[in-house]
C-alpha cells in the first residue's frame, strides 16, 4: 500500500519536497461531464444561450484553471505547464468533457487536469444557469497519467 507523502513528521500537512525527483515528460487526462435537458443542450448546440458561446468561453476557463492549479489546491507544485487542451462532446443528455495537460517537470500535473475539466464543467454550470438550475456535474475523474517514478496509469472504465 502506498504511504501518504503529504503530512510531515508531527502529522501536519506539508508540500512535498520534489528537489531530488528528475525532470520528465509528464502527461494526465482527466474527463467529466454535465448533464442537461434536450432543451439546455440545443441552446448550446445553436449558439443561443444569452451569456454566449458556452464552449469557447469553458475552454478558456479550464486552461486558465490548469494554469492556477497551485493557487486553488494547497499541496500542489506552482508548474510550468506546456499543453492544456479541453476537448467537448455533445451527447444526447449533456456535454462531455476531456482535458489533457503537459508539462516537463519533477511532479505529475493530474491536478492540473483534474482542475481543468472542473473548472470547464462549473463555466458550463454558469453559462446555462439561467435556462436550467437542475444540471448536474457528475463523472470527474483521472483518466490517464504517464511520466514520472508511478510510471504509467490508464483507469479502467466500468
Known amino acids: ?56 468561453v469553458a475552454q478558456v476557463a479550464g486552461i486558465m484553471a490548469a494554469k492556477r492549479t497551485w493557487e486553488l489546491i494547497p499541496m500542489c507544485h506552482p508548474l510550468r505547464l506546456s499543453g492544456v487542451d479541453l476537448r467537448f462532446a455533445l451527447e444526447e443528455d449533456g456535454i462531455a468533457i476531456e482535458a489533457e495537460v503537459k508539462c516537463k517537470g519533477e511532479t505529475g500535473v493530474e491536478m492540473e487536469a483534474l482542475q481543468a475539466v472542473s473548472t470547464a464543467a462549473l463555466t458550463i454550470y454558469d453559462m446555462c444557469k439561467a435556462v436550467q438550475r437542475d444540471m448536474t456535474i457528475t463523472d470527474i475523474r483521472l483518466l490517464e497519467k504517464q511520466g514520472g517514478k508511478s510510471g504509467h496509469f490508464v483507469r479502467k472504465e466500468g
Open 1 to 56: 500500500m502506498e504511504e501518504l507523502t503529504h503530512f510531515n513528521s508531527q502529522g501536519r500537512a506539508r508540500m512535498v519536497d520534489v528537489t531530488a525527483k528528475e525532470v520528465t515528460c509528464r502527461i494526465a487526462r482527466a474527463a467529466g461531464r454535465v448533464r442537461m435537458n434536450a432543451r439546455t443542450l440545443e441552446l448550446v448546440r445553436s449558439g443561443g444561450i444569452a451569456k454566449g458561446d458556452v464552449l469557447a
